[in-house]
Nanobody
Framework: QVQLVESGGGLVQAGGSLRLSCAAS????????MGWFRQAPGKERDFVAV???????NYADSVKGRFTISSDNAKNSVSLQMDSLKPEDTANYYC???????????????????WGQGTQVTVSS
């Protein structure tokens, strides 16, 4: 089992920045990749960014150039730096862990085995 706890959400004006963090505990050595997803009310859970154990990353087109994912393997944590935030970035953000080795980090939430409880990000216009 892997336990994930997100932090860092909040209210920010458009154009501002936030940094989300996700702390992992438990069987973290079995984690292949860590991802961030988001879900707005009434919408599906969407991929945001992912980083795997060797540092390969992938981003949703909507956040490329604005968001940066990073990991600290020594601290078993992953962060999401969000800059130039837009009102459409408003959502509940979830951290997730994928246990299974893949050729490329997955953008599909179905592939992720463990999820955090989420942290709310609200961007005002």
């Amino acid at each position: 089992q892997v336990q994930l706890v997100e932090s860092g959400g909040g209210l920010v004006q458009a154009g501002g920045s936030l940094r989300l963090s996700c702390a992992a505990s438990g069987r973290t050595f079995s984690t292949y990749a860590m991802g961030w997803f988001r879900q707005a009310p009434g919408k599906e859970r969407d991929f945001v960014a992912v980083i795997n154990w060797i540092g390969d990353t992938n981003y949703a087109d909507s956040v490329k150039g604005r968001f940066t994912i990073s990991s600290d393997n020594a601290k078993n944590s992953v962060s999401l730096q969000m800059d130039s935030l837009k009102p459409e970035d408003t959502a509940n953000y979830y951290c997730a862990a994928d246990r299974r080795l893949k050729a490329r980090p997955s953008m599909n939430p179905i592939d992720y085995d463990y999820w955090g409880q989420g942290t709310q990000v609200t961007v005002s216009s």
